[in-house]
């Protein structure tokens, strides 16, 4: 018969279930200390030390909870951690730097005056070509310019000009600003080792630098980019690049200076150089000697096991790969700080676009008109350089997980095992006594409930019982008197023959009854 129970009922049974469950996992579980708290035999009664071992317990729970917290929080907000792995690593195995050469004169007056020519054949009037071309240092610091200059932009991309191709004809061409090429110590044609190549600063020249810097209709099959990283074993000028530069004032016509000069920008040969990268200026009659020393940071591949955005760095391979171009952070934040501006303004600016990332977002490149929107992310007469490393060695730092997964189970296993004994198998432990015991205890306590009730009789039977009586036939005070007068009783009779001191165990047996209530 299934009995349903009230709300009440059901919740008091649950109540008492958790109960005998904490008592039995107190009882019988292996960490420190709980056995005291439980109903131990030996401690029954003695309510005041089990107190003393509850409080002792509470504490120790409060301080695992404390430490293993702790723990938590540096793992969470320190994920990583940078060592130094050696301060003597070689720089025979660094890949040399790229070097970037960008005229601070952005139009040369010669090739100005062919394009004159050209723009007054197809109907522009002279001065307003010239008015165009002093503007253009505008698109490198991005100011705003009048409306007549966008009227003019406008003409000029009616006959096909557009704002690139105007910029890349009148910027000082490579060949007359690298006259002499040495690299270690070997003369070479600058031509051969030498790219143009367009970054923030305008169109410059490059060497060592990755394809992708280089102009969309500059690049050359014929001339591709060495297969391996270029090496050297060496250190000092003599060991390096070697350049000798023509500054050519005499055809300074705008700048974004007040100074005749050269800018290098030094960097890695896969970046897009930014603002940091800047390392001099190669002046007329100065020899500018600038030495390298390089600083390497390694990962270690345990980083993966941490989320991108804790750790703060990414792998090659995790990296923006929307794009051809390597993944770098200078990479990274350049091609982010260009689709914001394409959301924005949608164009790109001339001297930050890359062929690659216009084709995907399938926008032009910013002219006159849009520089009202791009402020608002605005952001003798030779000379001689010389680029190498500084030093044989460099430091080499590592960087690598502050705390592992591995490293936090052990901290957490430790602190479990300092404050309560515990391990794993104390975790299985708890689970099996929660998670299986409580069922079987109410389950228990529900069917010596069901025992307890008395059923309500309602019809009484009587029927005739083969040989003997059915037990509980005779009251207990008949048959007491009966076993203490000596009848004939076959029990009592097999119990003298195979115990001598049968009346001493009848009288006990009798003295049992006779408290059964």
């Not at 120790?60 to 792995?85: D, G, H, V």
């Not at 690598?400 to 004994?421: D, K, N, Y």
Request: hydrophobic share 40%; charged share 20%; proline share 5%.
């Amino acid at each position: 018969m299934v009995h349903s129970l009230s709300v009440a009922s059901a919740l008091k049974l649950a109540a008492v279930t958790v109960v005998q469950t904490f008592w039995i996992f107190c009882e019988n579980s292996s960490l420190h200390g709980l056995r005291y708290i439980g109903r131990n035999k030996a401690i029954r009664g003695y309510t005041p030390l089990r107190f003393v071992w509850s409080v002792i317990a509470v504490v120790s729970l409060a301080f695992t909870l404390f430490l293993s917290s702790s723990a938590w929080e540096q793992f969470r907000s320190n994920p990583t951690l940078t060592t130094i792995e050696t301060t003597s690593y070689p720089v025979s195995l660094i890949a040399f730097p790229a070097v970037t050469l960008c005229n601070i004169n952005k139009i040369h007056s010669g090739r100005a005056e062919e394009l004159q020519k050209n723009l007054t054949q197809l109907g522009i009037n002279g001065n307003d070509t010239i008015d165009m071309l002093y503007s253009l240092p505008r698109l490198t610091d991005l100011r705003p310019v009048d409306q007549r200059l966008v009227r003019i932009e406008a003409q000029i991309r009616s006959v096909g000009y557009d704002i690139e191709r105007l910029a890349f004809e009148v910027a000082p061409p490579c060949e007359s600003m690298l006259v002499h090429c040495f690299w270690q110590m070997q003369p070479v044609q600058c031509r051969s080792i030498f790219r143009r190549t367009k970054i923030f600063a305008g169109y410059c020249c490059s060497f060592n630098a990755d394809r992708f810097l280089e102009p969309i209709f500059t690049r050359s099959e014929e001339n591709p980019m060495p297969a391996e990283s270029i090496h050297v074993t060496g250190i000092g000028k003599g060991e390096g690049l070697s350049v000798l530069v023509d500054i050519g004032e005499q055809y300074y016509t705008a700048s974004n200076r007040f100074s005749y000069g050269i800018e290098v920008f030094v960097h890695r040969s896969f970046d897009f150089p930014d603002f940091s990268d800047y390392t001099a200026i190669v002046q007329r009659g100065m020899e500018t000697d600038v030495s390298v020393l390089p600083t390497i940071v390694s990962a270690s591949p345990s980083l993966r096991s941490i989320a991108l955005e804790k750790r703060g760095c990414a792998f090659q391979d995790e990296g923006n790969s929307s794009t051809s171009v390597p993944y770098t952070y200078s990479n990274c934040m350049n091609e982010c700080e260009l689709r914001y501006t394409a959301s924005i303004c949608r164009c790109l600016p001339l001297y930050k676009q890359t062929v690659d990332l216009q084709t995907q977002l399938k926008v032009p490149i910013c002219g006159f008109r849009e520089l009202a929107c791009l402020p608002e992310f605005n952001f003798s007469a030779y000379g001689v350089l010389h680029v190498h490393f500084r030093s044989t060695n460099c430091l080499k730092y590592r960087r690598e997980p502050f705390v592992t997964w591995q490293t936090l189970v052990a901290t957490f296993g430790g602190i479990l095992g300092l404050c309560f004994g515990g391990s794993i198998l104390s975790l299985f432990e708890a689970l099996f006594f929660f998670g299986i015991i409580p069922f079987t205890v109410y389950r228990t306590i529900a069917n010596r409930k069901a025992a307890d009730t008395k059923p309500t009789i309602s019809t009484i039977s009587y029927m005739d019982y083969p040989g003997h009586q059915p037990m509980g036939y005779f009251r207990r005070r008949e048959v007491m008197a009966r076993t203490l007068n000596g009848n004939d009783d076959t029990m009592w009779a097999v119990g003298k023959r195979i115990y001598p001191g049968a009346p001493r165990w009848k009288q006990h047996h009798i003295d049992e009854l006779k408290i059964i209530p």
